[in-house]
Structures are given as C-alpha cells and as structure tokens.
C-alpha cells in the first residue's frame, strides 16, 4: 500500500498557512472595545474604535467586575416600614468545598447565625460595622444606630485611612479667611499582601506599627487619665480606643493627642508626627462635614480630642480650630447633661474644658449652666459609687460662679435707688449660691469626705499645707472644684470687700485645702483640674514659704505631665509683688554697679530707697471673647463654615450610646 506522505505534507501545508492568516487575540486592548466586543487596534492614548465613537477610552485591569464607577447608590430612601430580609446560602454554599463547614462549627456550638452581611476582612485594615445592625460576637456596644447611608460614607473614609505615617510630613496652614486648610497627604493604603495579617478570633484590626502602639499607650495611659476625670466608665481611656480601630479619623485624633504628650515631656520626640496625625483627623472630619448622611455621633467625638489636642498646644490660643466646632456637634448631637455613654462624656469633658478657660480669662460660659439640665435635687443619688454625679453638680455650681464674677457691673446706675436694687439683687444671688456650696458639702456620700487629714504639723513631708487624703479621683475632682467655688465666693461678695476677716478667713482656709491636696495627690489624672484651682488658690496666700511652695508644685505637675506652666510663675509673683522687688534688685544693682567708679568701696554707695509693693488687685475683665459664643451652628459666623453641611433628617435614629 502505497504511503500517505505528500498527503499529510499538504494538510499541514494548509493549516499553517490558516494559522498564520488567523488574526492575534488583543492582550492589551481597552475595557471599551472590550465591552462592545470590538477587536481594539491597542492605540495609545485612545484607541482608533474610541476615537471614531467618541467614547472614552477606558484603561486598566478588571477581575469580575461589570462595572468599576458607581456614581450614586441604587436605591430609594428607606421609609419608616422600610426593611431588609437576608437569604443565608452560605452553609449550603460552603458544604460543597471540602473543609468548608467545619468553618461554622463554632457558630453551631453557640447557636449564632453568623453575620453574613459583614463585608469581606482584609489583613490589617479597619473593619467597616455592619449599618443594618449586624454585629460580631466580641465587638463593643456602639457609639450610634448606623443606618444603611453610613456604609458609602464609611468606605469613602477608610480611603483616606493613613498606613505609611512614619516617612511623611503633613502641616497645616491657615487661609486668609482664618479657615482651616490642611496639605494634601501623600500617603496610601499598602500592599494587603505586605501588611502583617490580623490576629486570628480578633473581631477588628489592631495596631500594627511601633509608633501607632507608642502613641495609643501614651494617650490611654497619660492624657485619658484626666479626660476621664469626671466619666464612670472611662469612656476615653478604655472604650473609644476600640471603637477608633474602627473610625479613622478618630484613631489619628487620639494618635495625634498620644504623639502631642510625648513632645511635652521629652524633648527628644518633634511635633512633626503630632502634626500629621492632627492634619489628617482634622482633614477626614472636615470631609465628613460634607456628607449629609455622615456619622454625627463619631464627628462630634473627634472634635472634641482634637479640642484636647489644641490644649495640649503650647500656642494654643493660635489654633483654636475646634474648640468652637466641638460645641456646636455636641448642641447638633443633642448631649447635654442628662445623656448617657458617650454623649455624657464628650458633654461634660467640653464644658469642664470650657469652664477652666472661662476661669482664666474672666469669661461668662457660652452654655448657660441652667440649660445644661442638671439635676440639683440633693436628696437623691447620696449612695456610693454616684460621685461622679455630684462632680457634676458642683461643677454647675461653679459654672454659676464663674458666670456672676463674669457679670460684675463695671459702671454704677444712674440713680443711687437703681443702684441699691442691683446690688441687693447680686447679695441675694450671692447668698443662693452660698448656701448652695454648703449644701452640697453636707450632702455627698461619705466617700466623697476625707479618708485622712493631717495638719501641716503632723505630716512628715515637712510641707506648709495640710495633708488631705481622698481616694477616688472623681472625689479629688469634685473637692477641688467646691474649694476653688469658696476660694471664688469670698473676692465677689456684692457689699463686702474681701478684706473683710471674715472672707478673709473663708479663702485662704479653702486656699490652704486646695494646696494640701495637691501638694500630696498621686494621681496625675488630675492635672488639668488642679492646675487652675492651684492657682486660684495661690493668689490668696501671703506666708513667703507657702507661696514658694506652689510654685515648686507647679514645676513637679510640668515635669509629670509636660503642661506649660511657666506664665503661672510670672502672674502669681506680680500677684504677690516678687515682680516689683526682682525689678528693684536688678535696678539697685545697676545702679551700684554705675556708683562703684566714683565709690570703689561698696559701703560707701548710697542706699537706694524701694517704693511699697502695690497690692494685688482683682483680675481685669478679659479682652478676648469667649471663642464658644458662636458655637452654634444657627449662627451666621458659625465654626466650619467652609465645609459644613446639614444632616439629614432620616439620620437622627434612636441612639445607643456606648
């Protein structure tokens, strides 16, 4: 039989030839051609179908994805009866693959469904809370009922979530208009596959990098010491730390108040890493102003840290970005002194902040103390463990103080009948909250008294103060809030001038318990409160030893806490007339030194005469306004006005606070 060859040779002739004809499948062409199902000509920049079409040329790569852009949410507005049923398929899905039911074992033994709408955990990234109420087994209460609007807003911020802090230098600048304007961040999500990956059963990411822990240790153990101060359940220090691996902006606040702490106490630390974190809360907060449907609870939460961290500022006055701003998300949110969780603790950590300033400055408080809703029945809550509910009221009552020191009339009536009644109305007022303070003392729960007091005889500390013992720090807090109120009540009697022996008493008695207080607590916690009362209290000693003992005080609270205190050394030494002795000193030896030429010896220079120290004088009203007077967002010239924009109404659910 003859061999097929020739044949065969032409088969192949011919299927080569067909395959060199055949035209070569497009690598790299464009997703437009690609949806049209047209062959793309791989034209740079646009292709040759995309130029005759006039469409735009789409480049890149898509892994089974329809459509990469979604401009708006498909759906309508969710009514009062609106509500979302979920199929669950995932076991049965999962029974298919091998292995892949013993992944809800766990869920079995507990008989919880797990929650399939959580969105997909990537390794060391934030996980964004399940906005129809899913939540994990071990996650905590939350700050806010979420709504399903605040799943697009939550995935636009966590864009701007910052990884790679350690190489990038972010600073702020001030527009012309004073308005905020912060530089743009260079800084981008990492690889997934190069970030360390999420320690399994943890519900949320944790903090992976050595500066993020350092910080975040420094702001739980340092500053939320006395942002707690007057909280129970130690919202700042011990919850919100959670939620902030949640909330990115929330968690560069706090990273950014933790960074600001360490350059008040070591000089080796710089303000640049304290600044980006502060940049970059205070970006993605001002872009969350933007949305409508954003997370008001969080919003308000950030501005009020980012408030601490302006304190915290050693130019503080000059970047008040949100002082007023934290005031005017706390009015919109609705907290005030009768909220609970979270909203009690921002509400009562702002108006204490508000209320030191207001005593500085000789400021009226913005939020009067008779609208905060207090609740002065001292009848109720005597019981232990209600302590930091009478900080509460002692801290309205020196609000009240402060709001009549305030209101002092500068000029007298025109007729002495209308004078008259004036000043019988202050007595009277005075008198109210007289009686008030001494109520209150005899009220609170005996945990609230001194555990110790030993007079400054008996304590071995060889201190000129008192040595006064009480426990709890809420207790410390309030004792010297009501011993600054009758530091305070003695220098604005309305018909007595304070030289009175009475008065006179009075303060230097509750000035000498202030001292002994902070002369011998141990708890830095209450710096921020005894830095003030300190200094209320100092301006009515007049003992040389007492007074150089304040301000060795004042130098060990700098050197614990990093609080600049230096301006309190010059204030009490004009108070106490050391100016006018250290300036005649240096003029006698001036003098001397110009005499020694025609005296060469020394006891021949004639003397040279000091005049009398004049005596101190009550403070000067303030000519700064109180920056929360426009803290209202009704207002015309209200706080982030560049970029504010109303909530919606739809977001305003039940809150559950923390």
Not at 29 to 44: F, I, P
Request: charged share 20%.
């Amino acid at each position: 039989m003859p061999t097929p060859e020739p044949a065969a040779d032409a088969a192949d002739g011919i299927a080569a030839t067909a395959a060199a004809n055949k035209p070569k499948r497009v690598r790299t062409g464009c997703l437009t051609c690609r949806e049209r199902h047209l062959k793309c000509d791989e034209g740079l920049p646009n292709c040759q179908n995309c130029r005759k079409s006039s469409r735009v040329c789409k480049r890149g790569v898509r892994l089974n994805f329809i459509d990469t852009t979604v401009k708006s949410p498909p759906m309508i507005p969710p009514t009062a009866d609106w509500k979302v049923h979920f199929q669950d398929d995932s076991r049965e899905i999962a029974s298919e693959y091998r292995g892949g039911r013993s992944r809800y074992a766990k869920f079995d033994q507990q008989s919880i469904t797990p929650p399939q709408e959580h969105p997909v955990e990537y390794p060391a990234r934030p996980i964004i809370r399940d906005p129809f109420g899913g939540e994990d087994n071990n996650a905590l209460p939350p700050i806010q009922q979420h709504n399903v609007f605040h799943t697009h807003n939550r995935l636009a911020v966590n864009q701007d979530t910052v990884h790679s802090r350690q190489n990038s230098h972010h600073h702020s600048h001030a527009g012309s208009d004073g308005s905020y304007l912060a530089a743009p961040s260079s800084a981008t999500f990492n690889d997934p596959e190069q970030q360390t990956p999420t320690p399994p059963n943890e519900p949320g990411r944790c903090l992976n990098t050595q500066d993020e822990v350092l910080y975040m240790q420094v702001f739980v153990e340092e500053v939320g010491l006395w942002m707690d101060s007057m909280d129970s359940n130690k919202h700042f220090s011990r919850l919100l730390p959670f939620h902030a691996l949640r909330e990115p902006m929330l968690l560069n606040a706090f990273l950014a108040c933790g960074a600001r702490h360490l350059t008040l106490v070591n000089p080796v630390y710089q303000e640049d890493k304290a600044l980006f974190y502060y940049d970059t809360a205070t970006t993605q907060l001002l872009r969350a102003l933007q949305n409508p449907d954003r997370d008001t609870d969080v919003c308000a939460t950030t501005a009020v840290i980012l408030n601490v961290y302006e304190i915290m500022s050693e130019r503080a006055m000059q970047r008040m970005n949100h002082i007023a701003g934290a005031r005017a998300l706390i009015k919109e949110c609705g907290w005030n002194a009768r909220s609970t969780g979270i909203g009690a603790a921002c509400f009562w950590l702002n108006v204490g902040m508000e209320l030191l300033s207001c005593l500085h400055f000789n400021w009226k408080l913005a939020w009067e103390p008779d609208q905060w809703g207090v609740d002065m029945d001292f009848h109720q809550e005597t019981e232990f463990g209600k302590e930091e509910v009478w900080v509460h009221r002692m801290l309205y009552l020196v609000g009240k103080i402060a709001n009549f020191r305030a209101s002092i009339p500068r000029f007298r009536e025109a007729l002495p009948h209308d004078e008259n009644i004036r000043l019988q109305a202050r007595a009277s007022e005075w008198e109210r909250l007289k009686n008030l303070c001494d109520s209150w003392n005899e009220k609170i729960p005996r945990t609230m008294q001194p555990m110790a007091y030993l007079s400054p005889t008996q304590n071995a500390s060889k201190s000129a103060f008192p040595e006064v013992w009480l426990i709890k720090r809420a207790t410390i807090v309030g004792r010297l809030f009501y011993h600054t109120a009758m530091c305070l009540l003695p220098q604005i009697h309305p018909l007595m001038p304070k030289e009175v022996d009475e008065l006179r008493k009075m303060q230097l008695h509750h000035a000498h318990q202030i001292c002994g207080i902070v002369a011998h607590v141990k708890d830095r916690g209450v710096a921020s409160v005894a830095l003030r009362s300190l200094a209320i209290a100092a301006e009515c000693l007049v003992i040389r030893r007492e007074q150089e003992e304040v301000l060795d005080i004042f130098d060990k609270i700098r050197a614990e806490t990093g609080w600049k205190v230096g301006f309190l050394h010059n204030e009490l030494k004009t108070k106490w007339g050391w100016q006018q002795e250290d300036q005649m000193q240096q003029q006698m030896a001036a003098q001397q030194n110009s005499l020694a030429q025609f005296f060469p010896n020394s006891s021949q220079v004639p003397p040279v005469s000091l005049p009398p120290a004049p005596h101190p004088s009550m403070p000067m009203p303030s000519r700064i306004q109180n920056p929360l007077e426009r803290a209202d967002f009704s207002l015309p010239n209200h706080p982030y006005q560049h970029d504010y924009r109303p909530p919606n109404s739809q977001n305003h659910f039940a809150h559950n606070y923390v």
